[in-house]
Each structure stands twice: as C-alpha cells, then as structure tokens.
C-alpha cells in the first residue's frame, strides 16, 4: 500500500513484558517474536495499513483512515492469543496498543524510499501507545470520533476512560478504550499519566512544536542537584512561556510536591508576587505576618517542589526579598523563571533562549521540502497554519516563500506563529510582499491571548515600557549598527552625556542587553552584539521621541567615523600576517559599511562613502559579495567625480578597483576602458602607487584578451615601479602577473621562476593570499610539464591557504586547476566532482569568465570518458560565453575542442571550420606556437586527411611539426611514446621520412 499522508492515523504497539520475556525464555522467544511479527504484517495487509518501521517488538503503523486503524487494531488483540510459538512455550503475549489521528508532517526518506512521519501529531500518538497495558487499546479523542461507528458494528465495547495529561505534551487527551467483544470482560490498571501529580499548570491552547534540545538542556540542569534558580531569558515572543510549561511537564514526576505556575502578569509589587503563589498553591496567606515570611512558612515544609515564575520581568526588583528569601528558607524548593531581565539574586543561572534555527537561503535549499521541514521554525509555521486552515501543506509551490517568511522574522516564534495565522487571508507568497510591513501584518483576532502576545508591537512594548529616559535613547542610538557590533563599536557610537543618570555606552549596552533588547553571540574575535531587525525597526519608530533627528545624525555620523577608520587600517593588514583576522573582520562589518556609504551619499559627504567602499572592495571579492561589488563602486565613483571638490586620487583608486570588479565578473571591454584611463590619470597627478596599480589592471587585461607582448610590457613597467618604492606586496603581484603570460606564451622554465619568487615575496610579507595565487600558477606549469604529482601538491598547498583565508574566488580557480590534473591523471569521476565544487563558487562570485571556463573543462573531462555528445554541448555553452565576453584565447580553445568532439563522432566536415578557425584565432592572439595551438593543428591534419583533402592536410600537419620544433615537443617525443607516435603520423601526412 502507498504511505497516507494529510489526515493520517497512527498506531503505536509493543508486547508487554518483552525483556522479561528475553530474559526468561532466551532463544525460544525469537520464534515467538516472528510468529508475532508475522501476524502483524499479514493483519496490515488486510487491513490497508502501511508499516511505518519495527524496531525489536514494536510496530509503527499509519493508515489512511481511523475505521482501518481500529478494525486492525482489535484483530490483533482478537488473534494474538492463538499464536502457535507461543502455545508451544506456556506464554501469554499480550501487545499494547495507542491510535491518534492527526496531520503529521509526511517526509519520504531519500535514501530508502519509506515515508517517515514527524511532529506534534506523532508524539502524541506515541505517549498514548505507552500509556496502556498489554492487551488493552488506546484511542485519542479524535480517533475514536472518526472510528466509533465501525468500532460498534464489529461489535466491540467502547469505554471513555477520562481526561489525561501525559509527559511532554502541553495539552491533556481526552482517552478512549475500545476491546473486542471477546475480550470485553477484560481489566486493567490506571493508565500511565502525569494526573496523580500535584500541579496548577496552565493547558496551552496549542501544541508545543520544537525545541526539544532546549527542553532536554533545561530539564537536565533543573535536576542536576546544583541549580536551584533558573532563569529563561530572551526578548518577548522568544518562547519562554511555553518552554518552561513543556519544561514543567517533563519533570512533573521528578518533584514529589508537584510543580506550580505562577502568572506574574498582573503583579507589579512583592505583596502581588506572594499573592500568585498562595493562589498557585491553593493556601490562604495568614493575616499578621508578611506575606513572603508566610509563603516561606508554607515551603518549609513542603516536600520538594518546583515553582515556575512567568513574565518575572516587571517585579524584579522584589526578587531578593521573595525568591531570594524562599530559597534560603526553604531548601526543597526550586525555581524555573521566564524573564527579559535576570533576577539578579545569589545562585542564580541563565538559560538564554535563542530563535529557533532557521533554514539556508540557497535556491536549492529553499525548495527542499524535506530539508527544511525538519527545522523547527519551518514545522512551527507548518503547525499553526494547519490550525488556521487545515487544507494548508508544505509543498514546492510554497515552500521557497514559507522559508522566506521564517528567515525575514528571523525565527521568532511568537512572529512566525502571527504570520502562519493569516493564511486564512493570504498564501505565502502576499505575506512575503508585506514583510516590510510586519508590524501591521503580524496581529491575532484571538481573544484569549494576553495583549502582549497579540500583535508583535505589544510583544517588544512590555520591554520598551520597563526601560528609563537613557535606556530609550541608548535603544535608539543602537539602530544606527547593521548586522551587529562589538563593544568597541559602541564606546565610540553611543553617547549618553547628556542625561545625568547615564553610565558609559558600554554599560548601556549591558542593560539593554539584560532587557533582551540585544542578543550576543560569541565569536573568535569577540562578543558580537545584535538587535533583532523587529526590535530595531520597533526602536526606529521611536526615535523622534527620544533623540529627534539631529540625534540621530550625530549618532550616525559617529558610527560613520568609527567604521571607516576601523575598516581602512583593517584594509591595510590584508598584505601581512594578520590577513586572516583582517578579512575576518572586514566581513563581519559589511552590513555597517554599506550603511556608512548609503548615509554618506545622502550627507554628499562623497569622500567618507568612497572610503568606507574602497576599504572592503577587496574583501568583497574574496569573501563572496561579488553582487554588491560593482554596483556600489559604481556609485562611489559616480558620486567622487560628480562633487564639486572631486579627489582625483581617491577616483583612480576607485577605477582600479572597479577594474578589477569588472574584470572578475567578465565584463572585459568595461575593466579594459577603465584601466587605460586609470593609467593616465594617475600619471597625471604624480600617484606612483596608483598607478602601479592601473599597470597591472592594464596588463591583466591585455593577457586576458590576447596581447601577451603588451601584457609583458605592462607588468614589467609594474615591476620597476613598485621595485623602486619598495612596495613587497605590490612587486610580488607584478611578478607573478608576468609567470602567467610568459606561461601562456610556452616560456615555461621563465614561468616557473616568476611564480616561485612571486611566492617568496608574498611569503616575506605575510600575503597568504598572493603567495597561494603563485604557489598555484607553479602548478599550472608543473601540470603542462607532466610532473601531475608535483602540480597536485602545489594545488592542494594553494587550496588548503585559499580555504583559510576564506578566498572564494581563487579557492574556485585552483579547484578548476586541479580537476584539469586529475582528469589527465585519469580519475575522471574525480574530476568532474572537483569541477562541481568550482563552478558551484564561480557561480556564487558572479564570474562568469571562470563559469565559461570550467564549462570548456568538464567538456574536456566528458569527452575523456566517451559522452562526446555531452562534451559537444560543453564547448558550445563555453565557446558561446567567452565571444559575449570578447575573450579570443576562450573561444580558440573551445573552437578546437568543439572540433575534436565532432571529428570523434565522425562528423569530420563539420569538424573543419571550427578547427581552421581556432588556428587562425591562435596566430592572431599569439598563441600559435602553444600546446593547445599544436594539439588543434594535429586534429586539423587528421580530419582533412579523412576528408580526403591531401593537400591541406599536408599544409596543416607542416605547421603543426614546426610548433613541435619550436616548442622543444620533437625533444620530448624520445620520452613520450605516445607524442613520438603522434609526430610520426604528422611526418607522413606532411610527406617526411
């Protein structure tokens, strides 16, 4: 049968007593287990059931419909008394049953094909399967509703047990008990259940979805015999309420005095704080003795309880003189608190409640229903949206929008729980077009519901309502970060003089912090604080009120100042030792730079935009934001050249820098205008470090586009000028710039020493980055000259420092390098996964120079492995990027593999254009006398010998053994078997003996 999904019902079975059983009977059991495990298949079967998993004696079975489940159900009690192994021993099995019917989450698993069942509906199906007894069966409420009719036709005996509360499940079960008329005589005890506890805690009107790491962490530490205050802290909507109720029933049964919820909603005072646990605890607080002495009083004597304390928040500056002296007094008692502030109390342990995880945002990812139904914030949405219209799935036609919507309100429950609600209204994807109006769009027409948790506004007020006259304003001030900040940050940035009750800004971070208002996380730079994007857009509205808008200028103005000098002597350190920490740092302050050049634009304060830009242009290469990259240069230097006080300096910084955006994201014709301009302009005002640097944009782009003699000159004229000033970094980029042409012209032994002191002097100064570009191009070289090991080890040597570095781009450059060395060691398979890796960056970069690339490889690696047909589309895709790109060497390269593909499927006349074309294209650029512009002249010979063409076969195999001469390839033919054969071939097709 196929697996039900949508309304499904669950069954649960175990035999009762099987590891006494096991115990007692050893081996013989086993064939009593088959004989069982048999009866139960054939009884799915007949019973349209769909076998979920086994594990020893229990079944996990869905059906699609309840009747079914029942029907099965009572044949099993019906017929497991007759099971012949079991007669044969003497032994009664006996097999508990629990059925609950519900909308489970329904994931096939990838690998074996089974569906697989997850969330609330399952553990609710499960606790009641264990709460029974052999030979009984349980239903929930829901599922004897749906089967009751066919229960009675059968002729079984239906019996309402009661009211129930099971561990782990925040709402009680209504449970029903149906037998076999055969069987009905039957008795047995209580049902297994937290109802003999002692508790007031409140039923949640919903299920409890997620954070079981949290409830397992915090049930641990409330019973781990040290911790008898325990605090749950986070903003308001975090889910701190419902965490400490799920907490509370999963330790109901450790505390002999029970444990009792105290609702501090309402109270305000310390009397109010007593009055809410003599109302949890159902005693009367005695008249003439101070209410907290009284309640003491009661505790002492009590045996060991739990007291949880919700919304503490708001009274707890009367902490010290209720809980502080119940705990001392009275030492059986412990207590679990839900807070925006810590009590702040002797003993006292945090338990700081984050958002639920939240799902990548890659394409891939956010359509992977599967994968994302098993973050809890997805399965939350998923819950309350099925709450609000049952008929709601998780499919691919919404899944992509479900996750935006969990990742935008940053996996805030109380906010996710708001959004899924109004799928009555709208599907996921209106809610992602109002998602910038959250405040209007996150509120419930629940009646039941405190204010505070009605509309997300309410939720963050509570906590903007405790605060002081400096705390709104230090609140307000914060808004002016993005994507976080250290304490440093904020020293410079928050400034409180002006109230005279006021400590430093880095207290007040301190404060807002406690109030929940900001979250930390650790890095290995440092505490890293953040404002919740709800908060700060909460905060924003408030800023009138608080600091109007000329504070709020110069607190922006500040962080301006603080982030551009911060990030420029960063910028600095990226050629040295500290390079590592310097991106690193640069990275995690990209959403604060971006706010510095957007401000500054509108300030016109053009300089300070162009600077902050300027100072993480180089990291944005390296570290994937290659999508802001050009755009915002572009501003920049839009902005610089339209003031009317432009820096000239500060605009050929810019140029090279958007040179070389342009240039990594293939838009050559673009980068190559730009680098000639940046030359003469920086010639013009006398900034020799500049104009190093325009040399080398230049240069790049003459190699990349063919002119190799040019590329040549370009970089020497670097090399002198950087040589002279002595700028290490800078000649070692000229250096290695200079290996990469003489590479390309065949100059491989000249290459290789480029490269090695290209290395040498980035490893003098530190540049790790520089010295894994040239340890690479070393490897390039070492591969033209077969020496496959030596150029794998210098990849995997530049890979390993590309990966440190966190450098994307180059990282994707020496992988396509290396999967070239691995096809021709001959492990394709591996090759090809090498390639995946690439291309997966390059496409992430933007560079779609490197995606054309890597396309012309795996075509190569294809053509290798005889899927020619494939490696044809390969070359085309390839040859058809690099024209768009002007990219002449591109499109020669792939014009003769286009021609080898087509001359290996026989299709030689088609074969010949493209390999007369790629000829010419490599005598035109200065190629003709490279191993690519032999290997296609040799195949040009080939194919027009086939086609009968004697006297251009002749002309074309001539030219290729004059290659061969002047490459030194004749020389190595006596080493090579193969190129020895090859050239003999040529000999008799140009006619030589």
């Known amino acids: 049968m196929d697996a039900p999904t949508g309304t499904v019902t669950l069954v649960f079975t175990d035999v009762q007593g099987s590891t006494d059983l096991w115990e007692s009977m050893g081996d013989a059991f086993g064939a009593v287990l088959t004989d069982h495990n048999t009866l139960m298949r054939e009884l799915i079967a007949e019973h349209s059931g769909y076998e979920v998993k086994t594990e020893g004696d229990a079944f996990m079975v869905a059906f699609a419909d309840a009747p079914d489940a029942v029907r099965w159900a009572l044949a099993v009690q019906e017929r497991m008394p007759g099971l012949e192994a079991a007669k044969e021993q003497g032994v009664d099995i006996r097999v508990r049953i629990g059925a609950h019917t519900g909308e489970p989450i329904c994931e096939a698993d990838p690998t074996s094909g089974r569906m697989d069942y997850f969330g609330p509906m399952v553990n609710r199906a499960a606790r009641i399967g264990s709460a029974g007894h052999g030979g009984q069966i349980l239903l929930s409420d829901r599922c004897c509703e749906e089967s009751a009719g066919a229960a009675r036709e059968s002729g079984a005996v239906l019996t309402e047990l009661g009211q129930f509360r099971f561990k782990g499940l925040s709402r009680s079960e209504r449970v029903h008990q149906v037998l076999p008329a055969s069987q009905a005589d039957r008795t047995f005890p209580k049902i297994a259940s937290l109802d003999e506890a002692q508790t007031n805690m409140p039923e949640l009107g919903t299920t409890f979805v997620g954070r079981e790491r949290e409830t397992q962490e915090v049930s641990e530490l409330l019973l781990d015999g040290k911790t008898r205050l325990l605090t749950l802290s986070g903003p308001g909507g975090i889910g701190k309420t419902r965490l400490s109720l799920r907490v509370g029933s999963e330790v109901l049964d450790r505390f002999e005095g029970g444990v009792w919820f105290c609702d501090l909603t309402e109270a305000w005072s310390e009397d109010a704080v007593c009055q809410a646990v003599a109302s949890a605890l159902s005693v009367p607080l005695p008249a003439g003795k101070a209410p907290a002495d009284a309640i003491a009083s009661i505790l002492e004597f009590r045996k060991p309880l739990l007291l949880i304390f919700d919304n503490f928040e708001q009274v707890a500056e009367h902490s010290k003189a209720t809980v502080g002296l119940w705990l001392r007094k009275a030492s059986n008692v412990s207590v679990l608190t839900s807070s925006r502030v810590l009590l702040g109390i002797a003993g006292e342990r945090e338990y700081r409640l984050e958002p639920l995880s939240m799902p990548p945002t890659g394409a891939k990812a956010l359509t992977d229903t599967r994968a994302l139904a098993s973050y809890d914030v997805v399965r939350l949405f998923v819950e309350r949206a099925r709450e609000a219209k049952p008929a709601f799935e998780l499919g691919p036609d919404n899944a992509r929008e479900v996750a935006e919507i969990c990742v935008a309100l940053e996996g805030m429950p109380l906010a996710i729980e708001l959004a899924a609600a109004r799928v009555r209204l709208m599907d996921p994807a209106q809610m992602t077009k109002k998602l910038n109006q959250k405040f209007k769009l996150l509120r419930s027409s629940r009646r039941d519901l405190p204010a505070r948790q009605q509309t997300l506004t309410g939720a963050i007020d509570w906590s903007y309502d405790l605060l002081s006259d400096w705390e709104r304003a230090a609140l307000c001030q914060v808004c002016a970060f993005r994507g976080g900040f250290f304490l440093e940050a904020a020293e410079e940035v928050i400034d409180l003089e002006e109230f005279d009750d006021a400590p430093f800004g880095i207290d007040a971070i301190e404060v807002l912090r406690d109030y929940s208002l900001l979250t930390t996380s650790e890095t290995p730079l440092g505490t890293r604080i953040r404002m919740y994007v709800a908060i700060r857009e909460y905060a924003e509205e408030k800023i009138d009120e608080n600091i109007g808008d000329e504070g709020k200028l110069a607190t922006e103005q500040r962080h301006a100042a603080h982030y551009v000098s911060y990030a420029e002597e960063w910028d600095e350190r990226r050629g040295s030792e500290d390079a590592i920490e310097a991106f690193d740092r640069l990275e995690l302050e990209v959403e604060n730079l971006f706010a510095v050049q957007d401000r500054s634009l509108e300030w016109d304060e053009v300089n300070t935009a162009a600077r902050a830009i300027l100072a993480l242009a180089v990291t944005m290469a390296v570290r994937g934001l290659s999508t802001e990259r050009v755009p915002r240069l572009e501003r920049a230097l839009g902005a610089v050249r339209e003031a009317d006080a432009g820096d000239t300096l500060l605009e050929v910084r810019l140029m090279t820098a958007l040179c070389l955006a342009c240039q990594d994201r293939g838009e050559w014709d673009k980068a190559a205008e730009i680098a000639e301009s940046s030359v003469g302009m920086a010639e013009s005002i006398g900034a020799e470090q500049q104009r190093g640097s325009a040399l080398i944009q230049r240069a790049e782009m003459h190699r990349l586009r063919g002119d190799l003699e040019g590329a040549l000159v370009s970089f ?278």
């Open 716 to 993: 020497d004229d670097a090399a002198e000028l950087f040589e002279a000033i002595g700028d290490t970094s800078a000649l070692g980029r000229s250096v290695g710039g200079r290996g990469a042409v003489l590479w390309k012209m065949g100059r491989y032994e000249e290459a290789i020493e480029c490269f090695t002191k290209a290395a040498e002097l980035f490893e003098e100064t530190g540049n790790k980055a520089g010295q894994a570009r040239n340890v690479s191009g070393r490897g390039i070289i070492l591969a033209e000259l077969h020496d496959y090991d030596g150029a794998i080890r210098c990849y995997e040597e530049a890979e390993s420092m590309h990966r440190l570095m966190g450098n994307h781009m180059q990282l994707a450059k020496t992988l396509g390098n290396k999967a070239i060395v691995q096809w021709r060691r001959g492990d394709a398979d591996q090759a090809l996964a090498t390639l995946d890796q690439a291309e997966k960056l390059n496409r992430e970069q933007g560079s779609t120079a490197s995606v054309a690339r890597n396309i012309g490889i795996r075509g190569q690696v294809l053509q290798e492995l005889g899927r020619l047909e494939e490696a044809l589309a390969c070359f085309e895709d390839a040859e058809g990027i690099h024209r768009k790109l002007g990219n002449p060497s591109g499109i020669a390269s792939n014009l003769s593999r286009r021609g080898h593909a087509l001359a290996r499927l026989g299709r030689n006349e088609e074969a010949a254009a493209p390999f007369e074309e790629a000829a010419a294209t490599f005598d035109q650029i200065g190629e003709g006398s490279t191993r690519e512009s032999y290997e296609c002249r040799v195949a040009h010979a080939i194919c027009l010998d086939a086609l009968g063409d004697a006297d251009s076969a002749r002309e074309a195999a001539v030219l290729a053994l004059h290659i061969a001469e002047d490459t030194g390839l004749v020389n190595a033919s006596e080493s090579d078997e193969e190129l020895g054969e090859q050239l003999g071939r040529l000999r008799g097709l140009a006619g030589r003996s």
